[in-house]
């Protein structure tokens, strides 16, 4: 879906302009996403398979929940509208822990460039995968799994083909936030 975003500078400064999504794509200018990694007490996180249309990493795992960030939409709504929207789950703001944010450049081809500020949160799942409904045009699957097989996996990108390639920074820094609050 098109939707009007906020541009950034490379230093993911707002500049006052906006673009549909699709120009910010086409012509490379940094906006902002939010990202929301959902966890367990008992130590699991959920994961998302990509859809199989979409088009930048079809069918690889991600984070639980990503989404771009409407133009002059607060980086929390967006991340709770994101949230309900994908796996059908009630959030509040409350529940959500910021732990950074990302700058991410990815050409995927000419006329598609990346170039996003992740705003990434941490929220605690408090209800069984089960209870999840999956937004099926956006998301193929969803897995729960340990955050022990999540590190080795993710940790130095020891399964790319499985994987959206984010950096070793990124993972490490959602590794050890979640490991914090277990």
């Given at each position: 879906?098109?939707e ?14 906006t ?41 690889l ?51 598609l ?24 045009s ?12 999540f ?8 399964n ?23």
């Amino acid at each position: 879906m098109d939707e009007l975003v906020d541009i950034l500078d490379s230093e993911g400064n707002f500049t006052g302009q906006t673009a549909m999504k699709s120009e910010a794509h086409k012509h490379g200018l940094f906006h902002p996403t939010v990202h929301v990694w959902l966890y367990t007490n008992n130590g699991q996180v959920l994961i998302q398979q990509r859809g199989k249309e979409k088009d930048t990493h079809p069918l690889l795992w991600d984070v639980s929940v990503a989404g771009h960030i409407g133009a002059g939409e607060d980086y929390e709504t967006s991340a709770i509208r994101e949230v309900s929207e994908e796996i059908g789950l009630k959030i509040t703001k409350d529940e959500l822990q910021k732990i950074g944010v990302f700058k991410s450049v990815q050409k995927h081809h000419d006329e598609l460039i990346d170039r996003e500020f992740h705003h990434t949160y941490l929220c605690e799942l408090k209800t069984s995968l089960p209870n999840l409904k999956k937004q099926d045009s956006e998301v193929n699957d969803l897995k729960l799994i340990s955050l022990i097989q999540f590190s080795g996996e993710t940790w130095g990108m020891a399964n790319p083909d499985k994987y959206v390639p984010h950096t070793i920074e990124y993972y490490q820094t959602v590794i050890r936030a979640i490991k914090k609050r277990l």
